[in-house]
């Protein structure tokens, strides 16, 4: 089992930046790749962006490619979501996911979910 906890969410004006942790426990952080989705109010639940093991690569939706930046740290058991020049089309609840090594941007192939952390971006 895999325990997956994000945090870093907040209520930002258009053009700020957050950045968004999530903190894996349980299985070898290192055998998953880990993806970042959002639901924002009556909208399904949407692809962000997603990285491979250690030293793989990226992938991201077009709506936040050259904003968005996935990233982890696996001595720390955590990935990262840096966002910059937010809009207020990227308030959403944002949740990480994991699943076993190959990444994936459609959210039904994820083993494990997070709570979600909110984020608000004010026009």
């Known amino acids: 089992q895999v325990r997956l906890v994000e945090s870093g969410g907040g209520l930002v004006q258009a053009g700020d930046s957050l950045r968004l942790s999530c903190a894996a426990s349980g299985r070898t952080f290192s055998s998953f790749a880990m993806g970042w989705f959002r639901q924002a109010p009556g909208k399904e639940r949407e692809f962000v962006a997603a990285?491979?093991?250690?030293?793989?690569?990226?992938s991201y939706a077009d709506s936040v490619k050259g904003r968005f930046t996935i990233s982890r740290d696996d001595a720390k058991n955590t990935v990262y979501l840096q966002m910059n020049s937010l809009k207020p089309e990227d308030t959403a609840l944002y949740f990480c996911?994991?699943?076993?090594?190959?990444?994936?941007?459609?959210?039904?192939?994820?083993?494990?979910w997070g709570q979600g952390t909110q984020v608000t971006v004010s026009s």
């Open positions: 996911a994991a699943r076993y090594w190959v990444v994936s941007t459609r959210s039904s192939d994820y083993n494990y």
């Open positions: 990285i491979l093991l250690t030293g793989g690569g990226t």
